[in-house]
């Protein structure tokens, strides 16, 4: 795994608690180019509010923390 990828998976560890505490789960598919895959698992996946969660959630956040993250994306 390239360091992008460890990077990402971590920042993703940091908002897994909230999304495992409504009973959902976040799993990276890959990274390229900037843009981060994702597929929400478990609750998440069939949540009226998942498309919020992906962009003011963990995009924000992978955004601030990694900054060659352009965009997350739903896989």
Do not use: F, W, Y
Not at 3 to 8: F, G, H, W, Y
Not at 29 to 56: E, F, Q, R, W, Y
Not at 69 to 75: N, R
Request: glycine share 8%; proline share 4%; charged share 30%.
């Amino acid at each position: 795994m390239d360091d992008l990828k460890e990077r990402v998976e971590a920042s993703l560890d940091k908002v897994r608690p909230a999304l495992v505490a409504d009973g959902g789960n976040v799993e990276l598919v890959d990274v390229t180019d900037g843009i981060v895959k994702v597929k929400l698992v478990g609750h998440c996946a069939g949540c009226p509010m998942s498309m919020m969660t992906l962009k003011n959630g963990i995009e924000r956040i992978l955004k601030q923390e990694i900054p060659e993250v352009k965009q997350v994306i739903s896989a």
